[in-house]
């Protein structure tokens, strides 16, 4: 199977400079279609979570879970195995940042169970996620067609009780300052798009922010502009940080 290549698919994406004040925000990148890779943002699921439902008899329960490894992938596979030892199917598929794919039908005819629920992972956009759809029969058998639909619906009802977070390559900053200056700057991390994480109060006031990588130079601009070039901005380093869907 091939991986995940472009940024294509965050096109619904929340725009990380949107609705401040400053003037002469450049354009999101999340809004630039293909312009983007897995390597400045990607989408995944925020928390375990699950959910079932009942379909002519035969109950279906999905769980989802946020995965970074193979290994943790196949941990949580093995998890909801062990829990629903005596189902008749545990059916999973997940998807990794690396591009990895796998699916399993576990029994149930070829493609109508563990390729669903792939489908619903790509669909949506989702790398390092993970899904599993038990299944208890009921005795009436769906069909080809309707066991597609049910795996696909255990998939989503799963994802959707997990919820999506977008995972973006931040910088982690820190600027010093006075109190004098310390509301102007306070005030300018969330304009542009950053969030501040600690302030301590000494001598002077110290705030540790994170913004997005590519919207650091814009920040430092504008910091320059507020502050007539008397405060810098230190970088710490680079992470890749959630802000959840809406």
């Known amino acids: 199977?091939?991986?995940?290549?472009?940024?294509?698919?965050?096109?619904?994406?929340?725009?990380?400079?949107?609705?401040?004040?400053?003037?002469?925000?450049?354009?999101?990148?999340?809004?630039?279609?293909?312009?983007?890779?897995?390597?400045?943002?990607?989408?995944?699921?925020?928390?375990?979570?699950q959910d079932e439902f009942t379909q002519r008899r035969s109950r279906f329960i999905g769980y989802c879970h946020p995965v970074q490894t193979q290994q943790q992938a196949q941990q949580f596979i093995q998890q909801i195995k062990s829990l629903h030892w005596d189902a008749t199917h545990n059916v999973y598929a997940y998807i990794l940042?690396?591009?990895?794919?796998?699916?399993?039908?576990?029994?149930?005819?070829?493609?109508?169970?563990?390729?669903?629920?792939?489908?619903?992972?790509?669909?949506?956009?989702?790398v390092d996620a993970a899904v599993v759809v038990t299944r208890?029969?009921?005795?009436?058998?769906?069909?080809?067609?309707?066991?597609?639909?049910?795996?696909?619906?255990?998939?989503?009802?799963?994802?959707?009780?997990s919820g999506i977070v977008d995972m973006r390559l931040c910088a982690l900053c820190t600027v010093r300052c006075s109190y004098d200056q310390y509301g102007r700057i306070a005030s300018l991390i969330p304009q542009c798009g950053g969030a501040v994480e600690d302030t301590s109060f000494t001598d002077d006031v110290c705030i540790k922010f994170h913004v997005a990588q590519d919207g650091l130079p814009f920040f430092e601009k504008q910091l320059s502009e507020v502050t007539s070039g008397q405060i810098r901005t230190e970088t710490t380093g680079k992470a890749y940080l959630p802000v959840k869907n809406r």
Not at 105 to 115: C, F, L, R, W, Y
């Open 1 to 49: 199977m091939t991986g995940l290549k472009s940024a294509t698919v965050w096109e619904n994406k929340i725009c990380f400079l949107q609705g401040g004040t400053v003037k002469n925000v450049p354009p999101c990148f999340f809004c630039r279609k293909g312009e983007r890779t897995l390597e400045d943002c990607y989408k995944t699921v925020e928390k375990p979570a």
């Open 97 to 126: 940042r690396s591009g990895e794919q796998r699916y399993s039908d576990d029994g149930e005819p070829q493609g109508t169970a563990g390729v669903p629920c792939l489908e619903v992972l790509r669909k949506s956009g989702l």
């Open 136 to 161: 208890y029969f009921g005795g009436v058998l769906l069909g080809a067609g309707g066991l597609v639909r049910a795996y696909s619906h255990g998939a989503k009802l799963a994802i959707e009780a």
